[in-house]
């Protein structure tokens, strides 16, 4: 049976990617900080069958990545969709703390996820990785400085990993969504509620399950199809924001 990795596979995104690859039948190795909401996905993916581990993973420890790969000799498929946003301040009014974690999180996070799984996503013979970037990796807004920033550095390392592995047995996907109906904004906004629910503003957000659709799908194309990249984007959302 193949394997694939989620990591931030707690919530939204990952949680429904999880799901969408064990109904595919893959086994699952999932990953992110809450245990006990990892614990709930992973027991809910075990429903369709395939062997499903837990275990704790902060993306932004390079101890932390190195553990969660340990004994992962073969993996098919890894879905790097762990990260976040953090505030929505200018430009001039940036907080330094903030603009650190995001890029520490979403753009080293990545690297060191991609360098802890290149050996056995080699091993498998056909390795898939799928990174998790944004709309925002390749538009801006006012306000999206520190996040939009981060995520056109993670799309610049997707783009830099593909010429690098390429003749090697690992496909190289990016994944951009525009708003996606999550946690997100709570944890953007951390405990502004008022801010978090005015965000979607006349647009109907995609939903977790869309996106991981979309995902599932990119990821079992035949070995001889590279989807490069997927912008998933709701039909009213016209630009990041
Ligand atoms: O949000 P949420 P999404 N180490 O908050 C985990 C991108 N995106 O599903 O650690 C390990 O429900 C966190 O787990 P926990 C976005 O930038 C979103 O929307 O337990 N894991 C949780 O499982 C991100 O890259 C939208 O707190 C860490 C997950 O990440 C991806 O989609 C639009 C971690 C976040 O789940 C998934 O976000 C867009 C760490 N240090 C791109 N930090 C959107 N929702 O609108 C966080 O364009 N996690």
Same mark, same amino acid.
């Given at each position: 049976?193949?394997?694939?990795v989620?990591?931030?596979?707690?919530?939204?995104?990952?949680?429904? +990617?999880?799901? #969408?690859?064990?109904?595919?039948? !893959?086994d699952?190795? @999932?990953g *992110?900080?809450?245990q006990? %909401?990892?614990?709930?996905?992973?027991?809910k993916?075990?429903?369709?069958?395939?062997?499903?581990?837990?275990?704790?993973?902060?993306v932004?420890?390079?101890?932390?990545?190195?553990e969660f790969?340990?004994?992962?000799?073969?993996?098919?498929?890894?879905?790097?969709?762990?990260?976040?946003?953090l505030?929505?301040?200018?430009?001039?009014?940036?907080?330094?703390e903030?603009?650190?974690?995001?890029?520490?999180?979403?753009? +080293?996070?990545? #690297?060191?996820?991609?360098r802890a !799984?290149?050996?056995? @996503?080699? *091993?498998?013979?056909?390795? %898939?990785i799928a990174?998790?970037?944004?709309?925002?990796g390749?538009?801006?807004y006012?306000?999206?400085?520190?996040?939009?920033?981060?995520?056109?550095?993670a799309?610049?390392?997707?783009?830099?990993?593909r010429?690098e592995?390429l003749?090697?047995?690992?496909?190289v996907l990016?994944?951009a969504?525009?708003?996606?109906?999550?946690?997100f904004?709570k944890?953007?906004?951390s405990?502004?509620?008022?801010?978090?629910?005015?965000?979607y503003?006349?647009?109907?957000?995609?939903?977790?399950?869309?996106v991981?659709? *979309?995902?599932t799908?990119a990821?079992t194309?035949p070995?001889?199809?590279?989807?490069?990249?997927?912008?998933?984007?709701?039909?009213?959302?016209?630009?990041?924001?």
């Amino acid at each position: 049976m193949a394997t694939a990795v989620v990591t931030g596979a707690s919530s939204g995104i990952g949680e429904a +990617t999880a799901y #969408a690859l064990a109904e595919a039948g !893959f086994d699952l190795l @999932l990953g *992110a900080r809450r245990q006990d %909401r990892l614990a709930e996905v992973a027991e809910k993916a075990r429903a369709a069958g395939v062997s499903v581990e837990a275990r704790p993973l902060d993306v932004t420890s390079t101890a932390s990545v190195q553990e969660f790969a340990a004994g992962h000799d073969a993996v098919e498929v890894v879905i790097a969709n762990a990260g976040g946003a953090l505030g929505l301040d200018p430009v001039e009014g940036f907080d330094e703390e903030q603009w650190r974690w995001m890029y520490d999180a979403n753009v +080293t996070g990545v #690297a060191r996820t991609v360098r802890a !799984f290149l050996p056995a @996503l080699r *091993a498998s013979g056909d390795g %898939r990785i799928a990174v998790v970037t944004s709309v925002a990796g390749h538009q801006t807004y006012p306000g999206g400085g520190g996040y939009t920033a981060v995520k056109h550095a993670a799309a610049a390392v997707v783009d830099t990993l593909r010429v690098e592995l390429l003749g090697e047995p690992v496909r190289v996907l990016e994944v951009a969504p525009g708003m996606v109906e999550t946690e997100f904004s709570k944890v953007r906004f951390s405990g502004d509620e008022e801010r978090a629910a005015g965000v979607y503003q006349g647009v109907t957000p995609l939903t977790a399950g869309d996106v991981a659709e *979309a995902i599932t799908w990119a990821v079992t194309r035949p070995a001889h199809v590279v989807v490069a990249r997927l912008d998933l984007m709701p039909r009213d959302q016209a630009s990041a924001r």
